[in-house]
């Protein structure tokens, strides 16, 4: 496969960032691999040789690249500036992320200060692992500074800047920034609340620690790669000669003239929401936190994405398309690399965990084969084995076991590998079920890897052992706001029976045979939903199976909490032994040879209400008894439950657990002690008690803009995610097609309410309306449809949740006497509600007559084939009072639902809803002048749109009250 660029300097030039691989020791550099970045964000080959011109003498170097940041106006490079190592599989490193750095692309200045500030951080960090010091304070070193801590003090900066290396002064051009003045110094509208997000110390190493962030405490006993020494020289000693390995490019004469000052598009500027630019610190805390948490993986050779068996060593492609796409979390940010082919500096990574271990067999007696463990070699020794002996070229270095093998020992190497799925990805309470694309929330693959520490196939097999776990696979959601919520299902069974047999469909076309342990209450809260998981099961078997040709769905219902009550979690073994016969019959991948001779043909499918706690302890028992068999039938017999040596299986796999649980619901795993020590003990029960608190608190502050955040950095959702996140303090389910859910809705009701054939159905529109009739604005609005036919309007209200028309209301056209158009405004507490182009709708006003059933309520089921079954469906009838009643229906446009893929924009607000009051008025005036049998309507008669603010920006303050804005101040206090 192509190579990967595996170190690279950036600098800043005055028409963009330069991206130059690093060369090794004593080589010239590699000027024609070389890119440029210009501040527009464009990404291109370097074309010309500049290096003896003037340059920038700061430079930074990284490791990769992952990808472009495109918030508002504004855009940031993400690169990594530390990693460490954390296995080696078959020689080829793989790297845990442990820092970044977010570097502006809004000016050389700019640039300039955040590349100083990173390694000026990379410089302290390094002396002081040298030194084997733990800083006690947090607020300077607890993770590396990006952009926004650079140019924190950039008011103060002199008008020079110190190279942190060569202490070179150079001097700086002086010009006023809008990064510093907007983003550090005003600190949005948020005051004293974003110095918490926006300085280190809102958060101290313990809050860190808890919620799975790595603290600078947990980094010091780690390894990171050796203090960055800066290759540049003085300015009397800079080289001109071919082989100067830092002298940077200034500008092409072979390319486009360089962007002049006026040109680069400055921070915050340009045609943006302003509620997003308001939350552009946040957004770039969040970021960097979020990259930093340890939970990122990479490697410049191996495929981390596929199973071992699964891999394509001789493959002419470059690594990102090698990658599996569900695992591929950079994917959306590194794109604008891919696009314009500079695939050598597409790094891609995964999301999850990657653990190794070294271990020996020491045999004992030859006839029994009994072995005992040495226990002393460790991922951590190899890893510090390979750092200090590659020095600069450890990437280069095949991490070879030390050859301390005896004839009555064997060293082996455990590798666990676990990967995320990007499809409906995202935090506890957001994401849970299933989706309509039929991806679960929190699936994860989980592989167990035995080798020698050789990985010499044709010596000793290599085995890989594969697990998966998900939610289980139906529409269902829980409120973040009880310890103990209530399981809420929702859609129509057949909506439900679709997007399971889809999720088991493709997990099947991935593994295999499929086999569900369900490890939920079968009392209680859980109940409900284990009854459906269940019943679901049930059907798709006797619909034909999986396949549809009599591929059944292997399932089991194991109460874990009544099984193992009173902390007697080693009775999960029951679990194991009815597993037994799926296992040994599925098997494992064995390679030898370097050829695959047996492939696993199933996997356990695991899931609990989370899929994290005591999922956890179910794959751990089936991973031990796996890697038990295994080893017997390598004639070597190993007891990982009993033997106290074998200390470091339990570790391994609580790590993964841990860092599972971290990702989804932001604190380590409950249930601990036990998957560590094989024992549940009553200090195990306190520790999870205030996990359990922890996370409750992460439910309603923290997870909501973490998961805009994820959505937007998946490509899920625009920036405008951040501006109705800013409103609402809420995040929608990106992962739902809202304009599937509302196309579907407008053809359930049509086929509903619309009882006359001979009647034709014109238009549909799903809108926001008031809670009630009559009223322009009411405490809660819902979304609803609205019908257009020949003949009439239909208003219908919905219980979206079991896709049946709550009550509908049929409008005879005739009817209908006018149409107010104009500024909805129906609330003021946040800058997009008070917004009058994004806050429009209009008000139908119309007329009943005595004796006119007016509302009609079903109670049934909704199916779209059953129209029959609506007609004679038990409904209340309204009758008025003598004469004619004056009524009014108000309805509001729904923001645009976009992804950043769609290739036509969405119609905005003001758009839909002047569409929608054209279509009634041209059809209205038609069914008028058919009435009347004139070839015209009598233009006084005519209806027409009248252009009002329905409610005014004005009119909205004065009717909001006080504990409503005290309210909302409160919500924004906990979250910024």
């Given at each position: 496969m192509p190579g990967l660029v595996r170190k690279l300097l950036i600098f800043a030039a005055?028409?963009?960032?330069?991206?130059?691989?690093?060369?090794?020791?004593?080589?010239?550099?590699?000027?024609?691999?070389?890119?440029?970045?210009?501040?527009?964000?464009n990404v291109g080959p370097l074309l010309k040789d500049r290096r003896t011109e003037d340059t920038a003498p700061v430079s930074l170097e990284c490791h990769g690249i992952l990808g472009l940041l495109k918030v508002a106006s504004s855009i940031f490079l993400i690169s990594v500036s530390a990693r460490e190592q954390v296995a080696q599989i078959r020689g080829k490193p793989v790297y845990k992320i442990t820092a970044i750095a977010l570097i502006p692309l809004a000016s050389q200045a700019d640039a300039d200060k955040a590349i100083v500030a990173t390694k000026a951080h990379i410089q302290r960090h390094n002396k002081a692992q040298a030194a084997d010091i733990e800083e006690s304070d947090s607020e300077s070193d607890e993770y590396a500074p990006s952009v926004t801590e650079s140019l924190e003090e950039e008011s103060a900066a002199p008008p020079t800047t110190e190279d942190p290396v060569t202490r070179q002064q150079r001097p700086v051009q002086e010009r006023s920034t809008s990064v510093a003045e907007d983003v550090m110094q005003r600190k949005?509208?948020?005051?004293?609340?974003?110095?918490?997000?926006?300085?280190t110390k809102g958060w101290n190493a313990d809050s860190r620690r808890l919620q799975g962030i790595t603290s600078e405490e947990d980094l010091a006993a780690k390894n990171v790669p050796k203090n960055v020494e800066s290759s540049v020289p003085k300015e009397e000693e800079r080289p001109t000669s071919e082989a100067d390995p830092v002298a940077l490019p200034v500008a092409d004469k072979d390319v486009p003239a360089p962007v002049s000052p006026e040109e680069i598009p400055k921070i915050l500027e340009g045609k943006t929401?302003?509620?997003?630019?308001?939350?552009?610190?946040?957004?770039?805390r969040t970021a960097h936190i979020y990259f930093t948490s340890g939970n990122f993986f990479y490697s410049y050779d191996y495929d981390l994405t596929h199973g071992?068996?699964?891999?394509?060593?001789?493959?002419?492609?470059?690594?990102?398309?090698?990658?599996?796409?569900l695992y591929f979390w950079n994917q959306h940010l590194i794109s604008p690399f891919i696009e314009s082919g500079q695939h050598s500096f597409v790094l891609p990574v995964i999301q999850g965990f990657v653990g190794q271990r070294a271990f020996s067999l020491k045999v004992l007696d030859s006839q029994s084969n009994s072995a005992i463990i040495d226990p002393h070699s460790t991922t951590d020794d190899i890893a510090?084995?390979?750092?200090?002996?590659?020095?600069?070229?450890?990437?280069?270095?095949?991490?070879?076991?030390?050859?301390?093998?005896?004839?009555?020992?064997?060293?082996?190497?455990?590798?666990?590998?676990?990967?995320?799925?990007?499809?409906?990805?995202?935090?506890?309470?957001?994401?849970?079920?299933?989706?309509?694309?039929?991806?679960?929330a929190n699936s994860v693959e989980?592989?167990?890897?035995?080798?020698?520490?050789?990985?010499?196939?044709?010596?000793d097999k290599i085995i890989s052992f594969t697990q998966y776990r998900g939610s289980i696979p139906l529409f269902f959601s829980q409120s973040p706001y009880s310890l103990k919520p209530q399981v809420m299902m929702w859609g129509s069974p057949d909506t439900n029976a679709k997007a399971f047999k889809r999720h088991f469909t493709d997990l099947a076309s991935r593994y295999g045979s499929i086999y569900c342990t369900s490890l939920v209450d079968k009392h209680g809260t859980e109940a409900k939903i284990g009854e459906a998981y269940e019943k679901n099961a049930r059907e798709l078997n006797a619909h034909g199976g999986i396949d549809g040709k009599g591929k059944e769905l292997g399932f089991e219902w194991f109460d874990f909490h009544n099984v193992c009550r009173g902390m007697h979690f080693e009775n999960v073994s029951r679990l194991i032994d009815s597993l037994g016969p799926f296992l040994r019959s599925t098997g494992w991948t064995e390679i030898s040879n370097d050829q695959v001779t047996h492939k696993q043909s199933g996997i356990l499918r695991t899931n609990c209400m989370d899929c994290l706690d005591r999922t956890n302890v179910v794959q751990s028992a089936c991973a031990r008894t796996a890697l038990e068999e295994q080893l017997s039938a390598g004639s070597f017999s190993i007891d990982l439950q009993n033997d106290p040596t074998t200390s470091w299986f339990n570790t391994l796999w609580a790590d993964n657990g841990d860092a599972i649980s971290r990702q989804y619901a932001g604190t380590a795993a409950l249930k601990g002690d036990f998957t560590r020590t094989r024992k549940r003990q009553i200090t195990g029960a306190l520790t999870d008690f205030g996990l359990t608190l922890t996370r409750y608190y992460n439910n309603i502050v923290n997870d909501y803009f973490a998961q805009a955040l994820i959505d937007f950095m998946l490509g899920r959702a625009t920036d405008s995610i951040f501006a109705e996140f800013e409103a609402d303090m809420k995040s929608s389910d990106y992962f739902i097609d809202l304009r599937k859910v509302r196309q579907a809705a407008i053809?359930?009701?049509?086929?509903?309410?619309?009882?006359?054939?001979?009647?034709?159905?014109?238009?549909?529109?799903?809108?926001?309306?008031?809670?009630?009739?009559?009223?322009?604005?009411?405490?809660?609005?819902?979304?609803?449809?609205l019908l257009l036919t020949d003949k009439a309007l239909y208003f219908c209200r919905l219980d979206w949740g079991t896709e049946k028309v709550r009550e509908f209301e049929r409008i005879e056209l005739e009817h209908v006497e006018g149409i107010v158009r104009g500024v909805y405004i129906t609330s003021t507490l946040a800058q997009r509600h008070m917004d009058e182009d994004k806050n429009v709708g209009f008000v139908l006003r119309y007329r009943i007559e005595q004796g006119t059933d007016l509302v009609r309520r079903n109670t049934r089921s909704l199916d779209s084939s059953a129209s029959?079954?609506?007609?004679?469906?038990?409904?209340?009838?309204?009758?008025?009072?003598?004469?004619?009643?004056?009524?009014f229906l108000a309805f509001k446009g729904l923001p645009p639902r976009t992804t950043p893929g769609d290739n036509n924009e969405a119609e905005t607000e003001k758009e839909v809803v002047g569409s929608v009051c054209e279509e009634i008025v041209k059809v209205v005036n038609k069914v008028k002048t058919l009435d009347r049998g004139e070839e015209s309507v009598d233009r006084r008669s005519e209806l027409k749109v009248k252009e009002k603010d329905i409610i005014s920006v004005a009119d909205a303050k004065k009717s909001t009250g006080y504990l409503e804005q005290i309210g909302y101040s409160l919500k924004k206090m906990v979250w910024a």
């Amino acid at each position: 496969m192509p190579g990967l660029v595996r170190k690279l300097l950036i600098f800043a030039a005055v028409d963009g960032l330069i991206l130059q691989p690093a060369p090794p020791r004593n080589h010239p550099p590699a000027t024609q691999q070389a890119i440029k970045i210009d501040y527009k964000g464009n990404v291109g080959p370097l074309l010309k040789d500049r290096r003896t011109e003037d340059t920038a003498p700061v430079s930074l170097e990284c490791h990769g690249i992952l990808g472009l940041l495109k918030v508002a106006s504004s855009i940031f490079l993400i690169s990594v500036s530390a990693r460490e190592q954390v296995a080696q599989i078959r020689g080829k490193p793989v790297y845990k992320i442990t820092a970044i750095a977010l570097i502006p692309l809004a000016s050389q200045a700019d640039a300039d200060k955040a590349i100083v500030a990173t390694k000026a951080h990379i410089q302290r960090h390094n002396k002081a692992q040298a030194a084997d010091i733990e800083e006690s304070d947090s607020e300077s070193d607890e993770y590396a500074p990006s952009v926004t801590e650079s140019l924190e003090e950039e008011s103060a900066a002199p008008p020079t800047t110190e190279d942190p290396v060569t202490r070179q002064q150079r001097p700086v051009q002086e010009r006023s920034t809008s990064v510093a003045e907007d983003v550090m110094q005003r600190k949005g509208v948020y005051g004293r609340f974003a110095d918490k997000w926006f300085s280190t110390k809102g958060w101290n190493a313990d809050s860190r620690r808890l919620q799975g962030i790595t603290s600078e405490e947990d980094l010091a006993a780690k390894n990171v790669p050796k203090n960055v020494e800066s290759s540049v020289p003085k300015e009397e000693e800079r080289p001109t000669s071919e082989a100067d390995p830092v002298a940077l490019p200034v500008a092409d004469k072979d390319v486009p003239a360089p962007v002049s000052p006026e040109e680069i598009p400055k921070i915050l500027e340009g045609k943006t929401d302003s509620a997003t630019s308001t939350l552009l610190p946040k957004i770039l805390r969040t970021a960097h936190i979020y990259f930093t948490s340890g939970n990122f993986f990479y490697s410049y050779d191996y495929d981390l994405t596929h199973g071992i068996g699964s891999q394509q060593p001789n493959s002419s492609l470059p690594l990102f398309k090698q990658f599996d796409p569900l695992y591929f979390w950079n994917q959306h940010l590194i794109s604008p690399f891919i696009e314009s082919g500079q695939h050598s500096f597409v790094l891609p990574v995964i999301q999850g965990f990657v653990g190794q271990r070294a271990f020996s067999l020491k045999v004992l007696d030859s006839q029994s084969n009994s072995a005992i463990i040495d226990p002393h070699s460790t991922t951590d020794d190899i890893a510090l084995q390979s750092l200090r002996a590659g020095g600069a070229k450890e990437e280069e270095t095949n991490v070879e076991a030390s050859s301390t093998e005896s004839p009555s020992s064997k060293d082996f190497l455990l590798t666990l590998i676990s990967r995320r799925s990007v499809k409906r990805a995202g935090l506890r309470y957001l994401r849970r079920g299933i989706d309509d694309e039929g991806s679960a929330a929190n699936s994860v693959e989980t592989e167990q890897i035995l080798s020698t520490q050789t990985w010499d196939s044709s010596v000793d097999k290599i085995i890989s052992f594969t697990q998966y776990r998900g939610s289980i696979p139906l529409f269902f959601s829980q409120s973040p706001y009880s310890l103990k919520p209530q399981v809420m299902m929702w859609g129509s069974p057949d909506t439900n029976a679709k997007a399971f047999k889809r999720h088991f469909t493709d997990l099947a076309s991935r593994y295999g045979s499929i086999y569900c342990t369900s490890l939920v209450d079968k009392h209680g809260t859980e109940a409900k939903i284990g009854e459906a998981y269940e019943k679901n099961a049930r059907e798709l078997n006797a619909h034909g199976g999986i396949d549809g040709k009599g591929k059944e769905l292997g399932f089991e219902w194991f109460d874990f909490h009544n099984v193992c009550r009173g902390m007697h979690f080693e009775n999960v073994s029951r679990l194991i032994d009815s597993l037994g016969p799926f296992l040994r019959s599925t098997g494992w991948t064995e390679i030898s040879n370097d050829q695959v001779t047996h492939k696993q043909s199933g996997i356990l499918r695991t899931n609990c209400m989370d899929c994290l706690d005591r999922t956890n302890v179910v794959q751990s028992a089936c991973a031990r008894t796996a890697l038990e068999e295994q080893l017997s039938a390598g004639s070597f017999s190993i007891d990982l439950q009993n033997d106290p040596t074998t200390s470091w299986f339990n570790t391994l796999w609580a790590d993964n657990g841990d860092a599972i649980s971290r990702q989804y619901a932001g604190t380590a795993a409950l249930k601990g002690d036990f998957t560590r020590t094989r024992k549940r003990q009553i200090t195990g029960a306190l520790t999870d008690f205030g996990l359990t608190l922890t996370r409750y608190y992460n439910n309603i502050v923290n997870d909501y803009f973490a998961q805009a955040l994820i959505d937007f950095m998946l490509g899920r959702a625009t920036d405008s995610i951040f501006a109705e996140f800013e409103a609402d303090m809420k995040s929608s389910d990106y992962f739902i097609d809202l304009r599937k859910v509302r196309q579907a809705a407008i053809e359930r009701s049509a086929g509903i309410v619309i009882e006359d054939k001979d009647e034709d159905l014109l238009h549909g529109w799903t809108l926001s309306a008031p809670s009630s009739a009559n009223q322009l604005k009411t405490a809660t609005f819902e979304e609803a449809v609205l019908l257009l036919t020949d003949k009439a309007l239909y208003f219908c209200r919905l219980d979206w949740g079991t896709e049946k028309v709550r009550e509908f209301e049929r409008i005879e056209l005739e009817h209908v006497e006018g149409i107010v158009r104009g500024v909805y405004i129906t609330s003021t507490l946040a800058q997009r509600h008070m917004d009058e182009d994004k806050n429009v709708g209009f008000v139908l006003r119309y007329r009943i007559e005595q004796g006119t059933d007016l509302v009609r309520r079903n109670t049934r089921s909704l199916d779209s084939s059953a129209s029959e079954e609506s007609q004679n469906a038990e409904s209340a009838k309204i009758r008025q009072e003598k004469g004619e009643e004056k009524r009014f229906l108000a309805f509001k446009g729904l923001p645009p639902r976009t992804t950043p893929g769609d290739n036509n924009e969405a119609e905005t607000e003001k758009e839909v809803v002047g569409s929608v009051c054209e279509e009634i008025v041209k059809v209205v005036n038609k069914v008028k002048t058919l009435d009347r049998g004139e070839e015209s309507v009598d233009r006084r008669s005519e209806l027409k749109v009248k252009e009002k603010d329905i409610i005014s920006v004005a009119d909205a303050k004065k009717s909001t009250g006080y504990l409503e804005q005290i309210g909302y101040s409160l919500k924004k206090m906990v979250w910024a």
